[in-house]
T-cell receptor, first 110, second 114 residues
Framework: GENVEQHPSTLSVQEGDSAVIKCTYS??????FPWYKQELGKRPQLIID?????GEKKDQRIAVTLNKTAKHFSLHITETQPEDSAVYFC?????????FGTGTRLQVFP | NAGVTQTPKFQVLKTGQSMTLQCAQD?????MYWYRQDPGMGLRLIYY???????DKGEVPNGYNVSRLNKREFSLRLESAAPSQTSVYFC?????????????FGEGSRLTVL
């Protein structure tokens, strides 16, 4: 079955700097890779996703890249702001089964 | 439009007691999921249901049972609760299938087993 590994587990950056979170997956049949943001005490919410036929996707300050050959995908946040502080989860999906990584706690310092 | 509703929000059990977590969605989604969240462990899939009448094991199914009562409802049952099942439980739903799509989560249920 799918196994998703996520690094780093914690990440601290200065406001305005960029942040990068990396994930690898094991199931070559996985075809959908979402990223979720979870603020303290709240439910996870989708921030961006990418499908296996696309290499890169951007939405304002966030972008996701996918390397199918290496089974690797990454989240990039530019110009970080204090409100970006949260836990971020990557995930891999293959026909109804969505497996999450272990999460990255991002702290953005003013 | 409530989205995904799960009950109860909080529950304290003694070891060996049983309980059922209820979940309902009003988005006409095919797929429903139960995850547990523990510090440092992320969101681990317990069971999922691709459609009414079907259920499948996820990563950590031991100690749990599920029922997909109809398209809207997916319940999670702990038959004999153990302290290791202390966790926050999230129900979620999506269109699923080969396309996948956004998972919508409930607010979570915090369970403590003493």
């Amino acid at each position: 079955g799918e196994n998703v590994e996520q690094h780093p587990s914690t990440l601290s950056v200065q406001e305005g700097d960029s942040a990068v979170i990396k994930c690898t997956y094991s199931d070559s049949a996985s075809n959908y890779f979402p990223w979720y943001k979870q603020e303290l005490g709240k439910r996870p919410q989708l921030i961006i996703d990418i499908r296996s036929n696309v290499g890169e996707k951007k939405d304002q300050r966030i972008a996701v890249t996918l390397n199918k050959t290496a089974k690797h995908f990454s989240l990039h946040i530019t110009e970080t702001q204090p409100e970006d502080s949260a836990v971020y989860f990557c995930a891999g999906y293959n026909t109804d089964k969505l497996i999450f990584g272990t999460g990255t706690r991002l702290q953005v310092f003013p | 439009n409530a989205g995904v509703t799960q009950t109860p929000k909080f529950q304290v059990l003694k070891t060996g007691q049983s309980m059922t977590l209820q979940c309902a969605q009003d988005m006409n989604h095919n797929s429903m999921y139960w995850y547990r969240q523990d510090p440092g462990m992320g969101l681990r899939l317990i069971y999922y249901s691709a459609s009414e009448g079907t259920t499948d094991k996820g990563e950590v199914p031991n100690g749990y049972n599920v029922s997909r009562l109809n398209k809207r409802e997916f319940s999670l049952r702990l038959e004999s609760a153990a302290p290791s099942q202390t966790s926050v439980y999230f129900c979620a739903s999506s269109y699923g299938g080969t396309i996948g799509g956004e998972l919508f989560f409930g607010e979570g249920s915090r369970l403590t087993v003493l």
